[in-house]
């Protein structure tokens, strides 16, 4: 076709994808059903830059719904957050953000800043730690292409994951914290004076859109997850490795509408229908793009398998009550004064997600415990707490 660096027009189907040029991985799904409508590339590892922050919030979002963190604490801003780059909201070392803004700045801006801020006040000042906790409840979601380094996305060769990933990741946070889906459709946010703009253009042009994630880096490429709602459903769109933002936004657009014309739903009455266009940059070739392979112990799972155990009732990261019935425990240690016990009990807190008590034991330590566990929860206790690094056996 002449005059190829001019104007392309794109024509979306479900049989015929867009030039493998323009993005690398898309997925578009039911999130109420977990039925996959179109896929493509979807299990190829990718760099998912900033997409990364929707496990940061998952772990947020778990923090607050069993009481380990509160929308009006403030967190404390170290000298590593402060110095994190390139998108940031600015936060002087030493300073402090409530917890409710530090969601909206990483929903709204993405700001870097803030996701290290959340990861270390999270896991005891370590992101490492926090990176490994993402890992580790990848894991147990059906995650089976993901790897995290960090909190926010920023650039590593061993940080990747897939847009099938991504969707379960998304869906896990729709169902196990509905309550807090409302901060992905935030337009915009003031703070300290100054307004942000949501990244994701589909919150201003798309019908229904209510959420969810933008990301970029120069590897990456450019990234979203959008998810939008018409006549009871539920759609999400992943789109991964964009040439630019007007391409991901339009591969997005055309992803749902395909997607709601794939289960039935109405057309939109109100907007006549669209024809995207995009204008190839001249002399402009995609970033060379080199995933480094990253071996994992489990199978990949099926899509059909990996949904329900990523949205299946109850987070993963779930504090377990000692108050359940049973007559297992597990015991996190022996202690020889109070407050090395106390903090093994942040310890378990924090890494396990796991409120343990202090017992004093005749010989005058004092023991760490989670007590009247049925002998499931207990094991799988112990065996999260041994992923975590923590010595731990069960009793009865």
């Given at each position: 076709?002449?005059?190829?660096?001019?104007?392309?027009?794109?024509?979306?189907?479900?049989?015929?994808?867009?030039?493998?040029?323009?993005?690398?991985?898309?997925?578009?799904?039911?999130?109420?059903?977990?039925?996959?409508?179109?896929?493509?590339?979807?299990?190829?590892?990718?760099?998912?830059?900033?997409?990364?922050?929707?496990?940061t919030l998952y772990l947020t979002f778990d923090a607050l719904e069993h009481g380990r963190l509160h929308l009006d604490d403030y967190l404390i801003v170290s000298k590593s957050a402060a110095a994190a780059?390139?998108?940031?909201?600015?936060?002087?070392?030493?300073?402090?953000?409530?917890?409710?803004?530090a969601i909206k700045a990483l929903t709204v801006l993405s700001a870097n800043d803030v996701a290290r801020v959340l990861?270390?006040?999270?896991?005891?000042?370590?992101?490492?730690?926090?990176?490994?906790?993402?890992?580790?409840?990848?894991?147990e979601i059906g995650l089976s292409g993901t790897n995290f380094e960090?909190?926010?996305?920023?650039?590593?060769?061993?940080?990747?994951?897939?847009?099938?990933?991504?969707?379960?990741?998304?869906m896990a946070v729709y169902?196990?914290?509905?309550?807090?889906?409302?901060?992905?459709?935030?337009?915009?946010?003031?703070?300290?004076?100054?307004?942000?703009?949501?990244?994701?253009?589909?919150?201003?042009?798309?019908?229904?859109?209510?959420?969810?994630?933008?990301?970029?880096?120069?590897?990456?490429?450019?990234s979203l997850v959008a998810?939008?709602?018409?006549?009871?459903?539920?759609?999400?769109?992943?789109?991964?490795?964009?040439?630019?933002?007007?391409?991901?936004?339009?591969v997005a657009t055309n992803m749902l509408d395909r997607g709601f014309e794939k289960v039935g739903a109405s057309p939109v009455n109100s907007a006549p229908a669209q024809t995207v266009t995009y204008t190839a940059p001249a002399s402009q070739p995609v970033a060379t793009y080199t995933p480094q392979p990253?071996?994992?112990?489990?199978?990949?799972?099926?899509?059909?398998g990996a949904y329900n155990a990523a949205t299946a009732q109850g987070s993963p990261v779930a504090d377990v009550s000692n108050t359940a019935s049973g007559?297992?425990?597990?015991?996190?240690?022996?202690?020889?004064?109070?407050?090395?016990?106390?903090?093994?009990?942040?310890?378990?807190?924090?890494?396990?997600g796991v409120t343990a008590v202090i017992e004093s034991a005749p010989n005058g330590m004092f023991r760490v415990r989670a007590n009247n566990l049925s002998e499931s929860a207990a094991q799988n206790i112990k065996n999260r707490a041994q992923n975590a690094g923590i010595d731990c056996y069960i009793f009865h």
């Open positions: 076709m002449k005059g190829i660096l001019g104007i392309i027009l794109i024509l979306f189907t479900f049989i015929t994808p867009v030039c493998a040029a323009q993005y690398r991985a898309a997925l578009v799904a039911d999130m109420d059903t977990g039925r996959v409508l179109y896929q493509e590339n979807a299990t190829v590892q990718n760099y998912p830059a900033s997409l990364t922050k929707i496990m780059s390139p998108v940031k909201l600015g936060l002087a070392a030493g300073s402090k953000i409530k917890v409710e803004d990861a270390e006040n999270l896991k005891g000042g370590m992101e490492g730690n926090f990176a490994d906790l993402m890992t580790r409840v990848a894991r960090n909190s926010s996305g920023l650039p590593d060769d061993d940080h990747m994951s897939t847009a099938r990933d991504i969707a379960l990741l998304s169902k196990h914290f509905p309550q807090y889906w409302k901060y992905f459709s935030i337009k915009t946010w003031t703070y300290n004076g100054k307004t942000y703009t949501n990244g994701n253009r589909l919150l201003r042009t798309y019908a229904g859109c209510d959420g969810m994630k933008t990301g970029y880096t120069n590897k990456s490429r450019y998810t939008a709602q018409r006549d009871n459903h539920h759609l999400i769109a992943v789109v991964l490795g964009a040439e630019n933002k007007d391409v991901r936004a339009n990253i071996t994992y112990d489990t199978p990949t799972p099926t899509f059909a007559t297992a425990g597990v015991q996190f240690g022996a202690f020889s004064s109070r407050g090395a016990a106390e903090s093994q009990v942040a310890n378990v807190r924090n890494s396990v």
